[in-house]
């Protein structure tokens, strides 16, 4: 019989991530289920504005330093060795680490360290869209650190077929398909889609796009936008709206500037952040993610668990959301005319089939992506790696 945690002491679970953001964001479900049984859960990442929401949920926060831009080796170097001085104090019983810098550097922190870990690959991001020097290096370390993790997640099959095909995995055995970080299908409950009255009728309601994210060119914002563009000629009282941070720690990142100039434009709703999207969801009609690459989009699980079509491309993570014609449309990545013809189509669909896109939407979330059974996979290798039963 494995030993509780009663009767072991106190478990000690480490989350490392490249923001606190990101943390709060995308894994509350664990938080709460592992604070509920007892467990001491440590985030260690950068500071931000979730960090006291993340505290009051009973999580100890160590602030992180992390250059997202850049491979300075110098600060890689400083994550490195402050990742292995926490480790040798703290002494977590297990690590998952989040996000490129983190995967790489926590996982040889921790092997340096004695400690276990997990490293769980949220997206391969610019690693594997660009074909740069930096993407080059990258490469290389993941495969020297991830000879390191007991285990390594990968959120889409699209991830770790790249992983294996390129020989990044020394020991592929250990590779593990998560299928995405789930939805709470309670939180995000599904909600009718707003009335709308047809062209002609008094008090006609716009037709509400948003694309929702940290705003990265990576992210397929600029086709957005330009798809927009081309769109409000024909459908001059269609809204296409933003929500996310701008000018975020990443070599993608959008300025304040820029999107100053589409809102002056008036081809751009620009809504700011939110801690809640849930509200901002509701009334939208279509959510719209043109990402070039994803782990598996956590707004698109979100969009769809609340019935919302989508409009997404089709590239990895995207596609493990969106089956085309189903729940939403994809379209080709970096392609504004693809883009544009996606939106025109959505556009012009019958209520009653935005309705049933909404309703398979809902369907395909709560079959594939429900957040309970990821907080299992959770506490099942917790009790493999330590013995201790959650």
Sequence with gaps: MKPSIESAGTLRIALVCNTSFAIYQYRQGLIRTLVARGVEVTVIAPRDRTTPLLEQMGCRCIALHVASKGTNPRDDLRTLWSLYRLYRTLRPHVVFHYTIKPNIYGSLAAKLAGVDSVAVTTGLGYVFIQKSRAAQIAKLLYRFAFRFPREIWFLNQDDEAAFREQKLLVHPERARLLHGEGVD???FAFTPLPERRHAGEINQRAFS?????????DKGVGEYVEAARRLRAKYPDARFQLLGPVGVDNPSAISQAE???WVREGVIDYLGEAHDVRPLIAVADC??????????PRTLMEASAMGRPIVATDVPGCREVVADGVNGLLCEARNVDSLATALARMLDMRDDERRAMAERGRAKVTREFDERGVVERYKSLIQQLTGISL
Excluded at 209 to 217: H, N, S
Excluded at 288 to 295: A, K, W
């Design 209 to 217: 796009f948003v694309l929702i994210g940290r705003l990265l060119w």
């Design 259 to 261: 999107v100053d100039a």
């Design 185 to 187: 299908l309670e939180q």
């Design 287 to 296: 959510v719209v993610l043109p990402s070039y690459r994803e782990g598996v």
